[in-house]
């Protein structure tokens, strides 16, 4: 008698589209290879998404709005909110530099079916980066300023890389411009200029 398939989930789907997503851009999230991948039918795929489209939508979903709410948690529970800030703009060294899916993304901004998505992905983060500003005693505008400085040049940081991977020659160089960009964003103590 043959093994009884496990059923797959929607969730399974969704996981199985952002790791397509990271390996090999928008264009790898498609009915027929995820479905092998999986090792199902096409019809499995039918039962949770009307079409692709609804599958890139729940996946982008998924990454930019609950995995992000999910690491601000944790990020929150840092008391310190410098060192919260410090602590987003420090990579570990056993993670990547830069998340596939954020390199992947850079390059289909300007699909209407991302840009929603990284409205709020953006949203969320900057929205974090101004609380803990505020927390740090800068009033607004300049917490919302600062904030907005710190994403963008991550932004700029993952542009960049995207465009030319052999920008900052090493893994070791790039992450001496991130400490150095966390230094001049978030220092390590408040010897810097008043707060206005």
Do not use: C, N
């Amino acid at each position: 008698m043959a093994a009884k398939r496990k059923r797959l989930t929607r969730y399974d789907w969704i996981r199985a589209a952002l790791s397509a997503l990271g390996e090999r851009g928008l264009a790898g999230i498609a009915v027929e290879p995820l479905a092998k991948q999986l090792g199902v039918t096409k019809g499995s795929f039918y039962w949770h998404f009307k079409d692709v489209d609804a599958l890139i939508d729940a996946a982008l979903e998924r990454w930019a709005v609950e995995e992000t709410r999910e690491s601000i948690a944790r990020l929150e529970g840092i008391g310190d909110p410098r060192e919260r800030l410090r602590t987003l703009m420090k990579p570990s060294p056993a993670s990547a530099l830069i998340g596939s899916i954020d390199l992947a993304l850079a390059t289909s901004a300007s699909d209407p079916r991302v840009a929603k998505w990284l409205r709020q992905h953006h949203r969320l983060w900057i929205e974090f980066a101004g609380r803990a500003y505020r927390q740090m005693g800068y009033r607004d505008p300049q917490a919302s300023y600062r904030a907005t400085l710190a994403y963008t040049a991550w932004l700029g940081f993952v542009s960049l890389v995207s465009a030319d991977p052999s920008w900052l020659q090493g893994e070791r160089s790039r992450r001496s411009y991130i400490a150095l960009a966390r230094d001049l964003l978030v220092p390590s103590t408040e010897g810097q200029s008043g707060k206005h």
